[in-house]
C-alpha cells in the first residue's frame, strides 16, 4: 500500500485561499466516498476537519471544504488565517479492510 | 466527552515487543466504534497500524500483520497494541482513536474522530 499523495508544502498570504491535493487510486480515493482530512500543530495530535469528503467536523469552520473528482480529493480553506498553519493530511478507506493516509502538507501562512 | 490516553514504556530494545494501552474514558468501548492505532516516526507523516472491535474482530496493516497484535479489555474500557520485533524504523508517535465504521458485506472505516495525545516509543539499539 502506498501512501496518498499530497503536495509537501503550499503558502498562502491572510484572507486568501489555498487547496491541498490528495491523489490516490481507484482502489481508495477514486472508488470509497470515505475521504477525511486532518489538521495538525507541532506537537499535537491531529485533529478532524472534514470526513466523507465533504463534511464539516463538528465546530470546523465553514472556511474549510472538501470535495472530490476522480482518484483526487482537494481540501480547500477560504480566507486564510494566520491560526490555520500547519500540517495537513488526508485519510481514505481502502479495501483490505485498510486506511492510507497522505504524506501531509505543510501550509505556511504568509 | 470521549478521552483517550496511550500509556506504556517510552524506550524499547531492538527486537524486542512494544507494547502500549489506550485507556478510554467518556464512552464505553462495549457500545461500539473500532478503536485503533496510528503511528507517525518523528518529523514524517501518518501512519495507520490497525484496528479492532470489542468483539475482538481485528483489521491490521497489511505491510506490519505479521508484526502486530492488538487486544480489548472492556471491564477495563481499554484496548492495546504490541508489535514484536520492533527496529529504529518502529520509532514513532503513537496515537490511539476511534474509529466511526459501517459493516454491511464489509467493514468501512470512516474517519477518525477522536484521538489520544499520543505516546512516544523509542527503539534502541
Known amino acids: 500500500q502506498s501512501a496518498l499523495t499530497q503536495p509537501a508544502s503550499v503558502s498562502g498570504s491572510p484572507g486568501q485561499s489555498i487547496t491541498i491535493s490528495c491523489t490516490g487510486t481507484?482502489?481508495?480515493?477514486?472508488?470509497?466516498?470515505?475521504v477525511s482530512w486532518y489538521q495538525q500543530h507541532p506537537g499535537k495530535a491531529p485533529t478532524l476537519i472534514i470526513y466523507d469528503v465533504t463534511e464539516r467536523a463538528s465546530g470546523v469552520s465553514t472556511r474549510f471544504s472538501g470535495s472530490k473528482s476522480g482518484n483526487m480529493a482537494s481540501l480547500t480553506i477560504s480566507g486564510l488565517q494566520a491560526e490555520d498553519e500547519g500540517d495537513y493530511y488526508c485519510?481514505?478507506?481502502?479495501?483490505?479492510?485498510?486506511?492510507?493516509f497522505g504524506g501531509g502538507t505543510k501550509l505556511t501562512v504568509l | 466527552q470521549v478521552h483517550l490516553q496511550e500509556s506504556g514504556p517510552g524506550l524499547v530494545k531492538s527486537s524486542e515487543t512494544l507494547s502500549l494501552t489506550c485507556a478510554v474514558s467518556?464512552?464505553?468501548?462495549?457500545?461500539?466504534?473500532?478503536w485503533g492505532w496510528i503511528r507517525q516516526p518523528p518529523g514524517k507523516g501518518l501512519e495507520w497500524i490497525g484496528a479492532i472491535h470489542y468483539s475482538g474482530k481485528t483489521y491490521y496493516n497489511p505491510s506490519l500483520k505479521s508484526r502486530v497484535t492488538m487486544s480489548v479489555d472492556t471491564s477495563k474500557n481499554q484496548f492495546s497494541l504490541r508489535v514484536n520485533s520492533v527496529t529504529a524504523a518502529d520509532t514513532a508517535v503513537y496515537y490511539c482513536?476511534?474509529?466511526?465504521?459501517?459493516?454491511?458485506?464489509?467493514?468501512?472505516?470512516?474517519?477518525?474522530?477522536?484521538w489520544g495525545q499520543g505516546a512516544l516509543v523509542t527503539v534502541s539499539s
Open positions: 485519510c481514505s478507506y481502502t479495501s483490505s479492510p485498510s486506511v492510507l
Open positions: 482513536a476511534r474509529i466511526p465504521h459501517t459493516a454491511v458485506v464489509t467493514t468501512i472505516f470512516h474517519y477518525v474522530d477522536y
Open positions: 481507484s482502489s481508495d480515493v477514486g472508488g470509497y466516498n470515505y
Open positions: 467518556g464512552y464505553s468501548i462495549s457500545k461500539g466504534y473500532y
